[in-house]
Every structure is written in C-alpha cells, then in structure tokens.
C-alpha cells in the first residue's frame, strides 16, 4: 500500500534543514546507551491476545521501521510502550523500565510519539506550539520568568522542519505534511530520544515524502526512531531495518531485502504462498 503519490516539488523555503537539525540534536551528545529494548511484550483485551511476547531491539543510528497487515499489533505496541495500555513482559529505554509508568513519565524518560492524525493545537500559532511543547523541560521557576526571546531550541527546530517562514501562522493552516513536520519538531523541543513515528507520510506528495525521509534520516544519527508504517514504498526507501509483525508475533526481521525476500512475508501481503524457485 502506497499513499501520496503525487509528484510536485517541495520549495526550498519549507525544506526542513538538516544543518539545523544536527546543532538541535547536538552532534557530540553522548546518546549511543539510548537504546529501546522490549523483551516478552504481551498485551490482551479481555482475553485476545493483541502483542504475544515480542521481543526487539532498536539502537541509535537503526531507523526501524514495523509493518504488517491491519490488527497485527503495530500500535497497540506503541500503546503499550508509551504507556496508553497495560502489558506484561519488559520494555526498556537506557536502562529505564517503561512498563508500568505513567505517561507523563515515560516522557519524561525522553520517550514521544506522534499519531496518525497530528495532535498539535490548531487554534495557535506553529511557534506557540513549539514553545509549549518546549515547556516541558523547562524548569518551575524558568516558566515563571518572564521570557523576551524565543528559546534557541524552537529556533532551531523551527530551521529543522522547514517550518521558519510560517512560525506566526495558525496551526489549523497548515498542509498536512507541514503539520506532521510540526508534531516532529515538538517532539524534538521536548528533547525526545527515542521517538515513535505513525505513518507520518500519508497523505503527503511525493516531494515531501522524500525531504520527510531526508528529515528522517538525519534525526536517527542521533535519536532511536520507531516508524510504524503501511507505505512501502517510502520504508523501502528510508528504513535501515525491519520487524514485521502477524498477530501480534514477529514474523520477520531484518534488512528492507531480507524482509522483502522472506517468503512467509510475501504470504502475509499477498494472501497467497510463495513459492520458490525449486516449485
């Protein structure tokens, strides 16, 4: 399944800046520990079993992204590693149990996720989200302060995702993919490290499809980025890895050619066994 297939170009203005990107995300920040580990997740609703002991591993620098039909568990995984759902089993974050936690304090453990559908708050201005979203690693007495100027994290995430030339426009204005870049760039502010991205690309065209990926591409060199997708087009373009998921078991991991190449994978997509080459 491909979304957003429409070619026209992106202007450069609304590009996001990579150069931007490395001075938010600090080039020497020693995050290489930050690693996601789930071990045995589980997740039933009244008696179905949604996740069923998944394990997997993200490392810095791995842009992952989790496929697989409709009802496999992709998000109720997320769910329940961002505190959404109860599940059983260990999800960890530099060394930092997550399961268990409330949701305020798995994001305070340096954890954010974006939705479907971007929850940024369209009745202000695209900086006025930034800086809310800032607010949070703010100090008590820093938000008491009468503030001047603009914190040099919102500049720069503003620089970071394309967004600088619409800083004093409404939320609510904006295209759909300069709102998926907004929710990315509060996730940034917030000083996430291990991010959980969903389908962030429907509904784009294909230019910002691809300064998407670029974005991407250069925010996982140093954050964990989780990207749970229908598009494949898109991750076969960006992923470095994959875990695919069938019934809320791992089915296949691997590289995008692994993964393309795994015949119970092709099954799962196309309804149909795959046969080789010997049959």
């Not at 496999?72 to 769910?79: E, F, M, N, P, Y």
């Not at 609510?172 to 962030?200: N, Y």
């Not at 229908?230 to 993964?259: C, I, K, N």
Request: proline share 3%; with cysteine; charged share 25%.
């Amino acid at each position: 399944m491909t979304c957003g297939t429409h070619s026209e170009a992106v202007p450069q203005d609304v590009r996001p800046d990579v150069g931007a990107a490395t001075d938010l995300l600090g080039a020497g920040a020693d995050t290489a520990h930050d690693y996601l580990e789930v071990r045995g997740l589980r997740v039933s609703f009244d008696g179905f079993v949604a996740v069923d002991g998944v394990d997997l591993t993200v490392v810095q620098g791995d842009l992952r992204f989790l496929i697989g039909p409709n009802g496999a568990g992709k998000t109720t995984l997320v769910d329940a590693v961002t505190g959404l759902v109860p599940a059983g089993g260990s999800a960890q974050f530099g060394g930092t149990e997550l399961l268990g936690r409330k949701v305020h304090r798995i994001v305070r453990a340096g954890v954010g996720r974006t939705f479907q559908t971007a929850s940024v708050i369209e009745g202000l201005t695209v900086l006025q989200n930034l800086d809310i979203a800032a607010g949070s690693r703010r100090s008590a007495l820093r938000r008491l302060r009468r503030r001047t100027g603009v914190d040099e994290a919102v500049e720069l995430a503003l620089e970071t995702v394309g967004l600088a030339h619409v800083r004093d426009s409404l939320a609510g204005v904006l295209a759909h993919g300069q709102k998926q870049w907004l929710e990315i760039g509060m996730l940034l502010v917030q000083d996430a490290r291990l991010l959980f991205l969903d389908e962030p690309v429907a509904g784009m065209s294909q230019g910002e499809r691809e300064e998407t990926g670029r974005l991407l591409r250069t925010i996982a060199d140093h954050r964990t980025i989780v990207v749970v997708e229908h598009d494949m087009e898109f991750m076969r373009s960006v992923a470095d890895s994959v875990t695919v998921l069938h019934q809320g078991r791992v089915l296949s991991e691997g590289s995008v050619a692994d993964v393309q190449a795994d015949p119970r994978v092709v099954e799962v997509y196309l309804g149909t066994p795959a046969h080789t080459k010997e049959d």
